[in-house]
């Protein structure tokens, strides 16, 4: 199966932690990569690799994996990290990707 | 920095054809560190990959979309393009250009900004 599975919407307490996971079998061969999208506004990466960071990503933004279950996790979520993470990897052919549907993150 | 700027029109008619330009700065589209790649995004929807394409004209798509999408690209302008033949209102969108860096990275990690096309009479 080429699918990435998110759940669409997880809500959080300002300064807790949150984690938002994705699932599908090309996770077992390839790592995910997660990106946060607010409202009319292009995606941004915040997660590659096994846990890697870009320039200028919070380090309250990890990601892990397990199986067939990547996971990002918000450490400390703030009000500004409420926003669509989408995850995403190769399919299980190798030579194209995959999306997930994408999770709403509520701040509360 | 490299900086990724789609280009194209705005609104097209049902059965056109749609043509959209992706213009690289700041870096060369001849690296082989990197897959050129068109995603799109239909209002208050997810994001969904087109495809993708090497400098040397190599090319990969979503196998769930119909045939109707052709990637190219044209190394003098450090541009690459998506064009998309028979247009329905399914594929009123915003559509991205963005990088796909290879090897331990493997994630898109340079977007554009977006340009949002309209199918409609």
């Known amino acids: 199966s080429s699918e990435l599975t998110q759940d669409p919407a997880v809500s959080v307490a300002l300064g807790q932690t949150v984690r938002i996971t994705c699932q599908g079998d090309s996770l077992r061969i390839y790592y995910a990569s997660w990106y946060q999208q607010k409202p009319g506004q292009a995606p941004v990466l915040v997660i590659y690799?096994?846990?890697n960071r870009p320039s200028g990503i919070p380090d309250r933004f990890s990601g892990s994996s397990s199986g067939n279950t990547a996971s990002l996790t918000i450490t400390g979520a703030q009000a500004e990290d409420e926003a669509v993470y989408y995850c995403n990897s190769r399919a299980s052919n190798g030579n194209q990707v995959v999306f997930g549907g994408g999770t709403r993150l509520t701040v509360l | 920095q490299v900086q990724l700027q789609e280009s194209g029109p705005g609104l097209v008619k049902p059965s056109q054809t749609l043509s959209l330009t992706c213009t690289v700065s700041?870096?060369?589209?001849?690296?082989?560190?990197?897959?050129w790649s068109w995603i799109r995004q239909p209002p208050g929807r997810g994001l969904e990959w087109i495809g993708y394409i090497y400098y040397s004209g190599n090319t990969y798509y979503n196998p769930s979309l119909k045939s109707r999408f052709t990637i190219s690209v044209d190394t003098s302008k450090n541009q690459f393009s998506l064009r998309l033949t028979s247009v329905t209102a399914a594929d009123t969108a915003v559509y991205y250009c963005?990088?796909?860096?290879?090897?331990?990275?493997?994630?898109?990690?340079?977007w554009g900004q977006g340009t949002m096309v309209t199918v409609s009479s």
């Open positions: 963005a990088r796909r860096t290879l090897g331990q990275r493997d994630a898109f990690d340079i």
């Open positions: 700041g870096g060369s589209i001849s690296s082989g560190d990197y897959y």
């Open positions: 690799g096994k846990n």
